[in-house]
């Protein structure tokens, strides 16, 4: 070989080896049990996911809807109750109503127009409605406990997609640390090869072939702990976003290798059972809210009946400074029906669409069931 030739091959050494060791010595910190920063709390799985059940805000948001679904359902009840109203009125004449009246000195003679009334009137009055039957009130009855359960269902959908979630960052982020591992040991490995390739290549015993072929498995090594290590930082980032972990604070996680084989058992003989589901839960809660709707616009064919109570404290004076001298009070109760007899025949095009939105949910149980049964297998 000659000199110019032995400087070219000299050159290439220097720069791979050097390259190494740049790129092998940012992993050291990484130990095979934690990431990131020493010195820092590490979390297990367990603890990554005990803590994501705590404070992850998307579980507290379903949380929270648990109580807005009670709040909805008092507002929708709350028509079963009495509904008292006050309200008062204020009128001045300025020219009295006319009435027509008959003379009674000449029985049969044209009526004769007299004003009536008084020029001031105030009315106070205190009104009491107690709905008795309402096709309305009967649907959020039969439909409160569904939604509470709806939203309960929900809620512990939330708690299963956080372990899944947060499991799945966290085996994400373990592997590429152990896969960071692999590459420095691997990148090691590769370097004594060619610093080994190298003097072979010196002293004769292989030709330049053995020597390239050497420096390429280094640079690749090297460029895939780099990507690794690159990957580490997203990877990091998506488990605390799952968990709701603070951007500002900093974990280790840590693993045991026993106790991730034991988890790993799986009784395979097991029958699938899809009411067990919580997606097939939701399903049926949402199929029975829709056979409520249904049987209300059923009712809607029904007459509402109501039952009502007015108080009225009456004050009538011609001078308005003497309005509230003296009050005619007045009192009545009574029934109220109301019978809808033709609604442009929408009754019964409601009727129809909520029995073909249900069959769209009975299609919809039929595809959750190959779906899951497919994920089973």
């Not at 152990?178 to 691997?186: G, S, T, W």
């Not at 809210?289 to 009946?305: A, E, G």
């Not at 001078?319 to 009545?332: D, E, I, Q, R």
């Not at 249900?358 to 299609?363: M, V």
């Amino acid at each position: 070989m000659d000199k110019k030739g032995f400087k070219i091959v000299k050159h290439r050494f220097c720069i791979s080896i050097l390259i190494a060791s740049i790129l092998v010595s940012p992993f050291a910190g990484f130990s095979q049990n934690s990431a990131h920063v020493e010195h820092q709390e590490s979390l297990s799985l367990t603890d990554c996911i005990d803590y994501a059940l705590l404070h992850q805000p998307f579980l507290k948001q379903s949380k929270i809807n648990v109580s807005v679904a009670r709040a909805n359902n008092a507002i929708n009840l709350s028509g079963w109750f009495p509904q008292v109203n006050a309200t008062a009125t204020l009128v001045h004449y300025d020219e009295l109503p006319t009435l027509f009246v008959g003379n009674a000195a000449k029985p049969g003679s044209d009526p004769v127009a007299t004003k009536t009334g008084v020029v001031n009137t105030s009315i106070p009055v205190i009104s009491v409605t107690q709905a008795l039957f309402n096709p309305a009130l009967l649907y959020a009855a039969k439909s409160a406990p569904l939604l509470l359960k709806q939203a309960r269902l929900a809620t512990d959908s939330s708690k299963i997609n956080v372990v899944t979630t947060v499991t799945k960052a966290y085996y994400n982020l373990l592997l590429t640390l152990e896969q960071i591992n692999v590459l420095k040991e691997d990148t090691v490995r590769l370097g004594k090869n060619l610093t080994d390739a190298y003097h072979q290549y010196l002293g004769g015993i292989v030709d330049e072939t053995d020597y390239l072929q050497a420096t390429i498995s280094l640079n690749n090594s090297l460029a895939q702990l780099r990507q690794a290590t690159e990957n580490v930082t997203p990877l990091y980032a998506q488990l605390k976003q799952n968990m709701g972990y603070p951007t500002d604070a900093e974990f280790n996680i840590s693993f045991d290798t026993l106790e991730m084989k034991d988890a790993l058992l799986l009784d395979t003989t097991e029958d699938l059972q899809f009411d067990k589901r919580i997606e097939m839960q939701q399903l049926r809660v949402s199929k029975d809210l829709q056979h409520n709707i249904v049987d209300y616009y059923r009712l809607n064919f029904l007459p509402t009946l109501s039952a009502y109570y007015n108080y009225n404290y009456e004050f009538e004076n011609n001078k308005f400074s003497n309005l509230y001298n003296t009050a005619y009070p007045n009192a009545l109760a009574g029934l109220s029906l109301n019978l809808p007899l033709f609604t442009g025949f929408a009754r019964l095009q409601n009727v129809h669409k909520a029995k073909l939105q249900e069959q769209l949910l009975d299609l919809s149980e039929d595809q959750l069931k190959l779906q899951i049964n497919t994920e089973y297998r």
